[in-house]
Nanobody
Framework: QVQLVESGGGLVQPGGSLRLSCTAS?????IGWFRQAPGKEREGVSHIFPGGGMKYYEDSVKGRFAISRDNSKNTVYLQMNDLKPEDTGVYYCAAARGLLTAPQALSARMYQYWGQGTQVTVSL
């Protein structure tokens, strides 16, 4: 059984930065970050392969967000820079078995394990 725990959310002003962490136990799998704003569907933000060699990003976060992982610490990071109010939401990390294509990696139905989420609020 894979267990995921997110941390690092909070309140930040527009243009600010946050770094989210996802600590995984049980296995080294591909990890995705998703977010869900109130009244909206959960959307894929980024994904990293188990070995860290391939990364995908949703178009609106390209150039602002960076995903990385430290497998010695079983942790995946999402560095978020130049945050905008539309980045507000609950951020979830999820783990998927197998290697995913870019469209698959941003689809929630491809993931078998989920964390509990961490709130990110971008506001003045």
């Amino acid at each position: 059984q894979v267990q995921l725990v997110e941390s690092g959310g909070g309140l930040v002003q527009p243009g600010g930065s946050l770094r989210l962490s996802c600590t995984a136990s049980g296995s080294t799998l591909g990890i995705g970050w998703f977010r869900q704003a109130p009244g909206k569907e959960r959307e894929g933000v980024s994904h990293i392969f188990p070995g860290g060699g391939m990364k995908y990003y949703e178009d609106s976060v390209k150039g602002r967000f960076a995903i990385s992982r430290d497998n010695s610490k079983n942790t995946v990071y999402l560095q978020m820079n130049d945050l905008k109010p539309e980045d507000t939401g609950v951020y979830y990390c999820a783990a998927a078995r197998g290697l995913l294509t870019a469209p698959q990696a941003l689809s929630a139905r491809m993931y078998q394990y989920w964390g509990q989420g961490t709130q990110v609020t971008v506001s003045l």
